[in-house]
């Protein structure tokens, strides 16, 4: 990745954590939600967590140490998506947004989700015009939808 699209990437992400957690600190004392997602917030984010890590992993281990050059990423759900670990990261913005049941936290998850899924879209078009072997039915994001 070009290093002014990381450092773009890094300060969205920096500043979308900051403001919900000043946004969060902003409703102490308002009345809870009526049905409590904290749980089942958790459990997602840990999910993405993990889902992410492995993913991740898989790519770190993907070419040799000199090697260079493009190679279609394979184990996991790599099989079945070209971005995994965006559709993690997707669940991980999913969780957080349960866990704090704010408006800002909801469309911070779907701004994430959206961001995400153009991203892997553009991947998945990218992968298909570089290799020729690359199976068609691997979606972008989502197994068997999208």
């Not at 704090?100 to 998945?124: D, E, H, K």
């Amino acid at each position: 990745m070009v290093l002014d699209s990381a450092i773009i990437i890094s300060v969205s992400y920096f500043t979308a954590a900051a403001s919900m957690i000043y946004l969060q600190h902003l409703t102490l004392g308002f009345q809870e939600p009526l049905v409590d997602l904290k749980y089942l917030g958790v459990l997602l984010f840990l999910l993405g967590i993990c889902g992410n890590f492995y993913h991740h992993y898989l790519l770190s281990k993907l070419r040799e140490k000199n090697e260079k050059g493009y190679k279609i990423p394979r184990g996991g759900l790599f099989s079945m998506v070209i971005c995994p670990h965006y559709l993690f990261e997707t669940i991980i913005f999913l969780g957080i947004s349960l866990i704090s049941q704010t408006p800002f936290s909801y469309s911070t998850a779907l701004g994430v989700a959206l961001y995400l899924a153009a991203r892997s879209y553009a991947t998945r078009k990218w992968y298909l015009s570089k290799f020729e072997n690359f199976p068609k039915n691997v979606k972008a994001l989502v197994p068997y939808v999208f």
